[in-house]
Every structure is written in C-alpha cells, then in structure tokens.
C-alpha cells in the first residue's frame, strides 16, 4: 500500500538518499564570496503547513542576511492527485483521510490559524473545500522558466488565494487571473491551462520526489542533500541554512 501523502509540521533532518544531479558551484560561476545555498521548497498549495514552512524559511533567510546566496526552487507535489473538479468539503476530506474527527480537524485549523498569523499569514477563519493542484503546479512550472522571483511571486498568490480567499485553485478562469496578478502574462498563463503543458516535466518531478522517500509537505531540500520537513519554527531553518552553508551568527 502507498504512503498516504501528508501536510504537517513533524521535523525530520537526513540527508536525502541518491543523486539529485550534478552539484553546482554557484559561488564560483557568479563570482561571488558568499557560500551559496540552494532550496528545493517541495509543498503543496492545498497544504496549510506550507504556507506556513514557506513563511518560516523566508524569515530565516532574512535573518542569515547577506552571509549567504540562496537560490529557492519551488517543486510540487500533490496531497490528492484524485481529487474531483468539484472538490470535497475541508472537514469531510480530514476526517476521511487521516481518521480524525470533525471537531479535532476544527481544532486543526485553529492551530494553523494561530501559527500563521505568528508569521504572517492570514488564514481564512473557515477552510472551504479542498481542491485539485495539478493546473495550478503546471503554471507554477512555467513561472519557474521565467525566472526565481516570478515563481515565488506565484507561489505566494497562490497560497493567499487558496487559503485566504477560498480561491478554486482548479478552475483555468482563476488561475490564470491569479497569475496575472502576480504579474505574469495572462494570455500565456491561458495557453498553457488550455492544454497539457508542462504536464509531463510535473510529473516527472512528482516521481523523482517521491522515489526519494519523500511523502510528506513541506519538505525542504538544502543543497540537493539534507532534508528538514514539516512547518519548522523560524530557527530551524535559520539552523539549517547555518550548517549547510558552514556559517556560525557573528
């Protein structure tokens, strides 16, 4: 039987098994002093602890400053690749899923709620439905080819929508809206929605993630090697960043 795919803040640091390509040498192709790190962010936008893990981990790279060049990658995965165009109530799927009941799905939430507005993030008072991601990991894939920066700004709309908004992240009309506010091509955004694309690169990612072990969001990857999971409190990360790049607070 498969792993059922989790959201959650559960920690765990390994180092991830296997190649994960050719490790580059950042500092040396851009000239720059600073120890590099790359992040390999893989979530979900249905998973509330990656809003969460993302917030979390921007704080830390605030906090490390200018001692280190981090480069941020956002790569997906699907908590419910099966999930209907219509979607399933917030509650039911909880309950159904993880075999919890209502009111410790309801009590959850506030836990979540509570976390975020910690960091920042504003959570809808009532989660709606959950929703199929796949499209929306399709436009994140094509913001990436666009540059870092615009992939970020997608990813955050994305998130605010979906859990601030109750956007139907499935829907081509919103996406594509979603997108254009975070300044990417709307036109473009449509094209892409309108057919398979990039569809196979996602699930070629999918597969890679998880035939690494991993099946459970957020899961951060530093440097193609050393994996923390889970919607970690700010200094995890900050730990993190810290010993992958061998830099101590001065």
């Not at 809003?51 to 906090?63: P, S, T």
């Amino acid at each position: 039987m498969a792993p059922v795919a989790r959201c959650g803040r559960d920690a765990r640091s390994t180092p991830i098994r296997a190649s994960w390509g050719p490790r580059l040498q950042v500092a040396e192709m851009t000239g720059s002093p600073r120890p590099t790190v790359r992040i390999d962010f893989v979530s979900d936008i249905a998973c509330p602890w990656c809003a969460i893990g993302l917030k979390a981990l921007e704080q830390a790279l605030v906090r490390v400053g200018d001692e280190i060049e981090a480069t941020l990658h956002f790569q997906p995965f699907e908590l419910n690749p099966g999930m209907p165009p219509e979607g399933q109530d917030a509650i039911e799927h909880l309950t159904a899923k993880y075999g919890m009941t209502a009111a410790q799905a309801r009590e959850g939430g506030e836990r979540i709620r509570a976390r975020g507005a910690e960091l920042g993030f504003e959570f809808a008072p009532v989660r709606g439905r959950v929703r199929n991601t796949f499209d929306a990991h399709r436009l994140l894939h094509w913001a990436g080819l666009q540059g870092a920066g615009r992939q970020l700004a997608l990813k955050h709309a994305l998130l605010r929508a979906y859990f601030g908004d109750g956007a139907d992240v499935s829907d081509h009309a919103v996406l594509a809206g979603i997108a254009r506010d975070a300044g990417l091509d709307g036109v473009r955004a449509e094209a892409v929605l309108a057919t398979d694309e990039f569809a196979a690169e996602v699930r070629e990612r999918e597969a890679f993630h998880a035939a690494q072990g991993i099946h459970a969001v957020p899961s951060v990857v530093f440097n193609q090697r050393h994996l923390v999971q889970g919607g970690q409190p700010v200094e995890v990360f900050e730990q993190a960043l810290r010993q992958v790049a061998g830099t101590t607070p001065g």
